[in-house]
């Protein structure tokens, strides 16, 4: 997979503090 930041996800206008060293759960429903 590729590496990001939650800084650089949601830019440097957006107090990002409280999501450091969080938990990130990423899914998609799609049919097999």
């Known amino acids: 997979g590729r590496k990001f930041s939650i800084k650089g ?3 440097t206008d957006v107090c990002y503090d ?3 060293k969080g938990s990130l759960v990423i899914f ?5």
């Open 18 to 20: 409280i999501f450091d």
């Open 9 to 11: 996800l949601l830019g």
């Open 28 to 32: 998609r429903l799609a049919p097999q």
